[in-house]
């Protein structure tokens, strides 16, 4: 039977071992002259996770920009916010020629589409007069952040699908296609306005209201003011529009039929979300997108669309960029009718003189 002097010589000896494993865990005695950092780290994550770095404790040299340098690196993440958690904290005791530190790991959770971006970024804290100090710096937001890198999240734009006709034909398809505009990072505002001016003139569009949508973009936007089918530019267009200041010709694709007018009123078209669905489906639709409009496109739209896929980059003030994460896009699904090209194709030639409104039903 265990005596009460054995009892109590136990209970000490686990005080001891207790006091020597928590020590040992926190790098150095918690003692009211050295107090332990925790508190100041879960303060900083909790100020990094809100975007309001007023709550953390900054060193004197750091503290005056690291609001305005935080909300600088973040702006291109628009609506993604992020989780940080606090984690394991080292420190290492003070010497006669230095203070005491300690290094703080932070857990970032970005809210990347469906997925979670997450990573770890390292906090340095220094002890000055009792109190336990963070410094400031662009790695403490993402490891390979140096100065004047930014992070910027952008869509990656699925493949639309297909409208695909009687006999596997593609009816519907990526097309080549010419897009002219002015091209704001080449030039400056007052000449990309008079440029524009120019451009509406050459291709015979409302000059004051493309005027207007370039006076009112981004300086690194490209205001488009129209797209033709590659065969099909004019030679006038051609010619002339490399002597206006900003003016580009792109080369890419859109998703087409054979000829404008085949089969326009039952397949519908693509082109950019106008204002009116951004504001029905803000979760769907974004500023730039391109949806189905009319006809099949638009009561098909989901199918064709595909899920746009996210990337995240690291930019630098020239503009270069390393990718730091991404989720691919997947590629909308075809959507098979039975429309046959060739009878298509040829009522629409048949009609093609009739005066008045007509339209042509083959029915089998």
Known sequence: ?????????????????????LTACSGAPDTPDTPAPDATVDALAAALG???????????????????????????????????????????????????????????????GDNEWVYDTEAALTLVDGAWQVAWEPALVEPSLRRNLVLEAGSLRPGRGDVIGYGNLKLVTARPVVRFGVDRPLVSKATAVASARELA??????????????????????????TYRR????????????????????????????????????????????????????????????AGLSGLEARYDEQLAGQPGITVEAVDSDGKRRELYSVPAADGEPLRTSLDMELQLAAEELLADQGPPSGLVAIR
């Open 1 to 21: 039977m265990r005596t009460a002097r054995g009892a109590t010589a136990a209970a000490a000896a686990l005080a001891s071992l207790l006091t020597a494993l």
């Open 50 to 112: 809100d975007g309001d770095l007023t709550g953390a404790a900054w060193t004197a040299d750091t503290a005056a920009g690291a609001q305005s340098r935080y909300d600088a690196i973040v702006e291109g993440m628009g609506d993604l916010e992020p989780t940080v958690e606090p984690g394991r904290v080292a420190r290492v005791e003070a010497t006669d020629e230095a203070p005491e530190t300690a290094r703080a790991t932070l857990t970032w959770h970005w809210p990347v």
């Open 201 to 226: 003139r050459l291709v015979d569009i409302d000059v004051p209201t493309y005027v207007a949508r370039v006076r009112a973009s981004g300086d690194l936007a490209f205001v488009e003011a129209i």
């Open 231 to 290: 065969d099909e530019v004019p030679p006038s267009v051609g010619a002339a529009y490399e002597s206006l200041p900003g003016v580009r010709a792109l080369q890419t694709t859109a998703q087409l039929g054979p000829t404008a007018a085949f089969g326009q009123p039952l397949l519908g078209r693509v082109g950019e979300v106008t204002a009116e669905m951004i504001e029905e489906d803000p979760a769907r639709y974004r500023v730039g997108d391109l």
